[in-house]
């Protein structure tokens, strides 16, 4: 009952005072692992408690011809295109901590273990682009749900007798080591952002203190080209690369600061 009558207003509601708030604290510099973590916390217990905000789930309804709950289709279509378009102005707030998606990948990645760092960069992109066209054909052509599969519906809803559920819980494994794999490779959403965060005016920059010692995309955890950042689309926002800089060089920044 919680979830019918209010998850629609709570998660574009928790969106929006998301991104004003993450933007003003990332321009500040005050977003500590702390503020990262609980921030990722809340969002994931949202997944869980109202299955929102799911955007990357509404957008295969989108495909599928219905909006959310039975909504107006168009409502639904103008929350994902101006997240979208977010994107552009402050870079993937929504992708790094306000998606429960992403959130459990995250936390997950911040257990210590082995983490598997290396350019599977365009391996990862290439296989996100052909997910993402078997969705558009399936939901298109054969009424098919297929992000389904990967179990989303079924772990947030705690449907332990789907073998779905078992799914995403093998993902969430993984995450332990591979840095955000359903985020990189399946998510819909997620390739949509990646092209429209290529151009965004705030993103992770570095100022004059930088000696250019890459050792900030050495912690990258997406080995993202932070000394180039037409190439960042990427980046999660994680800030894994400030916290390790020694100069205090790494910043998020617009275009003419």
């Not at 901590?97 to 391996?123: H, N, T």
């Not at 080995?223 to 994680?238: F, H, K, M, N, V």
């Amino acid at each position: 009952m919680f979830e019918e009558h209010i998850s629609m207003v709570i998660g574009p509601l928790y969106v929006i005072i998301g991104t004003v708030a993450l933007f003003l604290m990332l321009r500040a510099g005050n977003m500590r692992r702390p503020a990262r973590i609980t921030v990722l916390i809340v969002s994931a217990i949202l997944g869980f408690l109202a299955f929102t905000p799911m955007f990357p789930v509404q957008f295969q309804q989108l495909l599928l011809g219905r909006g959310p709950e039975d909504r107006p289709i168009i409502a639904a279509a103008a929350i994902i295109l101006l997240l979208v378009l977010s994107t552009i102005a402050v870079g993937r707030i929504f992708c790094g901590y306000l998606c429960p998606i992403g959130a459990v990948q995250e936390l997950m990645y911040f257990i210590p273990s082995k983490k598997l760092i290396g350019r599977y960069g365009r391996i990862f992109s290439i296989a996100r682009s052909i997910v993402f066209v078997a969705l558009i054909m399936s939901a298109v052509f054969g009424g098919i749900a297929l992000l389904e599969w990967a179990g989303v519906t079924a772990f947030f809803h705690l449907r332990t007798r789907s073998p779905f559920f078992y799914i995403f819980a093998a993902i969430l494994i993984v995450s332990l080591f591979l840095y955000r794999p359903f985020c990189r490779i399946a998510c819909p959403l997620g390739l949509l952002m990646s092209w429209s965060s290529r151009l965004n005016f705030f993103k992770i920059r570095t100022g004059s203190a930088c000696t250019n010692c890459t050792f900030c995309e050495k912690q990258c955890p997406t080995q993202t080209a932070i000394l180039a950042p037409d190439r960042s689309g990427e980046c999660y926002l994680c800030l894994r690369c400030a916290d390790k800089c020694n100069q205090d060089a790494v910043v998020y920044r617009g275009r003419k600061d």
